[in-house]
């Protein structure tokens, strides 16, 4: 299978601080894959470190083939990779569609496609960012990310904090994109709803890959010993 993203190995650092010891993690063609992993252990880090936010010092990330080292964090996003940070970034002073045009680039995402994804955005579509709930805002920073047509598309908590309808709309419109083919890295509190739309996970354990594996082989042995609270 041909890996669309491929990363082996990776340390990174906050400073003198050392996150990430040996990150080993990959997403082929089409696949979505959970990253998952207790609070602190080092997901929000490895995102970083993939879209080149805080670069790792050790280790090797290819993305479509090509190694990503030395890439500004602009770069790697025109290779194709659209980050949704946690905590949702969106123009407050821009309205729905400016805030979707502006992040826009030619491929299939269009603005329509957008709107029929998530029908709110398309109600709100003449509103200012600042107005939407936070379950709205959310919506809006993935469509963003979707408008730069990405080959990746990376969600990080996603649904944190979020109402449980609109956590059920924006799961929804993640199985949407996951049956049109499109790549996904996930992270995700919500076990019972990451679980089934993830082909593969790997767990992260204190900065390391502890565990890689399709849903099915999640024993309770392997939850408790790295997933438990
Ligand atoms: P959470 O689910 O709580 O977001 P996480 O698995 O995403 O956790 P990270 O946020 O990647 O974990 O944190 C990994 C480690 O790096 C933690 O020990 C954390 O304290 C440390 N860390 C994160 N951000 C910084 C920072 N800006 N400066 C210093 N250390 C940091």
Redesign the pocket.
Known sequence: MTMLLEVSGIETF??A?Q?LFGVDLSVAEGEVVALM??????????I?SICRLNPPRKGRIAFAGRDIAGLRAFRVARLGIGLVP?GRRCFPNLTVRENLVAAARTGQWTLSRIEALFPRLAERRDQFASTLSGGEQQMLAIGRALMTNPRLLILD?ATEGLAPVIRRDIWTSIRTLKAEGQSILV?D?TMAELLPVADRCTI?EK?RTAWTGIPAELTDAIRDRLLGV
């Open positions: 906050y400073g601080s996150a992993g207790r609070n602190g252990m080092g997901k929000t880090t490895t970083r946690e908590e992270v509190k992260i900065g």
